[in-house]
């Protein structure tokens, strides 16, 4: 069952109310509106359910459809951003062409009831016996007046064939020739019946004889007869009228599944003509689903609101099917089938809003980025610059300036805003496997590529942003191919021949002196000038420290937010002491020293003071600096991998700091590679 929110308690949202509340498949949480007053939210709470003063209030991600009558389309915005992405949000407008079309179909079907009961009543009204057949020769109607003339009961009769009954009949006849056959007299006198008779075929709109009937009265009533006829041909004849002349498609089948009659709006929903669904299985006309008609015939339940393709033009509608029940015999089923084209489209138009904000990465935009010095300053507005241009960005800093930060922001700032953000730390990713990510594989290009080849990082950013992180890592042989990537924007996978073409936002950032990089032959001139178009250096927090107290105060708020505390401020005298600290760490190691201090803060304190900063000066003093001290050759309760992994942390914390963050000098130095570096600071969880 579907649970559902109606927004807005006006004329619209009643009459959404009153035809919800009518359906089974849906149950209506609760009814929304300012108004405590409006004619909506007395209904709904009539009816008992209930009503709210704030949509707000209801736990909107939890709901499967939210139904907007307000026609406000800033209460439109604010639903589709807040609401669940499992949930379907209807326009009013949308709600109020259902809310016609299903009181169109009822009106319709208890029009169709109506005629139909009037058409039997007119049937055993008369005083003329009526028998039918239908093309097989088997009697389907044998009405009151039928049953005293002849003196025998319906249900010996129908389903019978008419030569078991009447092995004189001439209705066979009728129906091979097509001719009517009228007033004939005849006189069985085994049965003591003198009767005047008129024989009739039944022929369809398309002149198809599907049957004959008899019309017989005793003959001193024979001139009754006509006149009684006239009535009958008239209903019929208005029978068809009604049904021919709706908008709605319309189908009726027999008690067995058999088409009998569709009107022009069936065809021209379906696709299908008479002669195609006429006398053919119910299920003649689906694609793809179930039945309603057989459903409906075998429950005897009407069956409300069902998605279905139908035809061959495979169109999509909602199905409501009713049966057809006569003095409580099952003779049939009619449905009514919508064309809800529109609404998909704008479900898919949902969909697709839906998916841009799923691949909508980047979480900053420049309001994040603080600093008020000109150091920060004169980056920001290079940055916001080259978002305004297509053209390739090299962001400069030492690690923890908040690079990536501006990558985000650029991204954000830029055209291409609403289109992918695909971040890649190419110092993460091994050798080996680093050019099939960046660039994807074809199938069959090495043991154990996936079936079909893999799609690399850069055609998942086509149309967005990439931002590769630590480019100064890369292997010699991925720059000739990132070279060829920034020239000819196109890139030929791992494996395969064929270039594919791309349109991607290319966002470098360093940490590493790739000018002493090109002199030592690590890296390619020309693919540093491909890069260098756009260069922006951020400073590191030392040459900025008037921006330390904006960058506390913000941390501190996004810190409470992480660790559920609710810290108020910083004093100016642990300001001073931060400040005195050159930060080799820069904006990441000052948010992990006050995270560090805020976990060790009592929970009544809500002031950061300088007592809660630690030593850390003291602390962190560089290498060169330390007097070497004789580390202890044993600690009891120790294992030997324990003390070597200890001893090992202090010395790669100590030759980072040593080397101001720089992972790439810092592993030069210890003699490992950056990877091995990455491996040791995860194990040791530095």
């Not at 169109?104 to 005629?115: A, H, P, S, Y």
């Not at 809003?353 to 979480?363: D, E, G, M, P, V």
């Not at 080397?659 to 592993?667: D, E, H, R, S, V």
Request: glycine share 8%; proline share 3%; aromatic share 4%.
């Amino acid at each position: 069952m579907q649970k559902v929110m109606i927004v807005g308690g006006g004329k619209g949202g009643r009459a959404v109310l009153e035809l919800m509340s009518e359906i089974d498949a849906f149950f209506i949480v609760c009814m929304a509106d300012t108004n405590e007053a409006a004619e909506g939210i007395l209904a709904a709470k009539a009816l008992k359910v209930r009503t709210v003063t704030n949509w707000n209030s209801v736990m909107a991600r939890e709901l499967d459809i939210i139904i907007d009558t307000t026609g406000d389309p800033t209460v439109f915005e604010e639903i589709k951003m807040k609401m669940g992405k499992q949930t379907i949000l209807i326009p009013g407008s949308v709600a109020h062409i259902l809310a016609n079309l299903f009181e169109e179909k009822n009106k319709l079907i208890n029009t169709l009831e109506n005629v139909s009961a009037n058409r039997n009543l007119i049937l055993n009204a008369t005083n003329e016996g009526m028998l039918v057949i239908d093309r097989e020769g088997y009697v389907t109607i044998f009405n009151n007046s039928a049953e005293r003339i002849t003196n025998t009961k319906r249900e010996a009769v129908i389903g019978k064939h008419i030569l078991e009954i009447i092995p004189s009949s001439g209705l066979l006849r009728v129906m091979e020739t097509g001719e009517r056959e009228e007033n004939q007299h005849i006189s069985i006198k085994g049965a003591g019946m003198d009767v005047i008779t008129s024989r009739i075929p039944l022929v369809s709109s398309e002149n198809e004889i599907i049957g004959a009937f008899s019309l017989f009265k005793e003959r001193t009533e024979a001139v009754k007869l006509a006149e009684q006829i006239t009535d009958l041909k008239e209903v019929q004849t208005m029978l068809e009228a009604i049904i021919q002349s709706s908008d709605e498609a319309i189908s009726v089948v027999d008690d067995q599944g058999c088409g009998l009659l569709i009107n022009p709006a069936y065809s021209r929903i379906t696709g299908l003509t008479k002669n195609q669904v006429i006398g053919k299985p119910a299920a003649i006309d689906i694609y793809e689903g179930e039945s309603m008609h057989m459903k409906v015939l075998k429950t005897k339940t009407p069956v409300r609101g069902v998605n279905m393709r139908v035809g061959p033009k495979h169109k999509e509608v909602i199905v409501n099917v009713a049966p057809i029940i006569v003095e409580g015999v099952l003779k049939g089923s009619v449905g009514v089938i919508h064309d809800v084209s529109e609404i998909q489209s704008l479900t898919h138009e949902l969909k697709r809003a839906r998916q841009i904000i799923r691949t909508l990465q980047a979480k900053y935009t420049f309001v994040d980025i603080i600093g008020a010095s000109e150091e920060m300053t004169l980056p920001i507005e290079q940055a916001k610059l080259s978002a305004r241009t297509p053209a390739t960005v090299l962001l400069r800093g030492e690690s923890g300036t908040g690079k990536e930060l501006f990558a985000h922001a650029i991204h954000n700032e830029s055209d291409r805003k609403f289109d992918k953000f695909v971040r890649v730390n190419c110092a993460a990713i091994s050798e080996s496997l680093l050019e099939s990510e960046l660039f994807g594989y074809e199938e069959g290009a090495f043991t154990g590529a996936r079936r079909g080849g893999k799609t690399g990082l850069f055609e998942e950013a086509n149309h967005g942003s990439i931002f590769l992180d630590e480019i100064g890592e890369l292997p010699a042989s991925i720059q000739a191919k990132l070279l060829r990537v920034l020239q000819e924007q196109e890139l030929i996978r791992v494996g395969g021949t064929n270039p594919i073409p791309i349109d991607v936002r290319v966002i470098a950032a360093t940490n590493i002196n790739l000018e002493q990089a090109i002199g030592k032959g690590t890296f390619r001139e020309d693919l540093y000038f491909r890069l260098n178009r756009m260069p922006i250096f951020i400073a590191p927090l030392r040459k900025r420290k008037g921006d330390i107290k904006e960058l506390a105060e913000h941390l501190i708020h996004k810190i409470n937010q992480e660790y559920g505390r609710s810290i108020e401020g910083i004093t100016e005298e642990a300001i001073k002491k931060l400040q005195g600290y050159d930060w080799p760490g820069n904006v990441r190691e000052l948010e992990n020293i006050l995270g560090r201090t805020i976990i060790f803060m009592k929970l009544t304190e809500t002031m950061i003071d300088i007592q809660h900063i630690p030593d850390f000066i003291e602390d962190n003093v560089p290498l060169k600096q330390e007097k070497a001290a004789r580390p202890e050759a044993y600690v009891s309760g120790q294992t030997l991998v324990e003390i070597i992994d200890r001893h090992e942390a202090k010395v790669i914390k100590e030759a980072i700091h040593m080397y101001k963050g720089n992972k790439t000098l810092t592993a030069k130095a210890l003699g490992i590679s950056v990877r091995n570096l990455y491996y040791k600071m995860e194990k040791l969880e530095l």
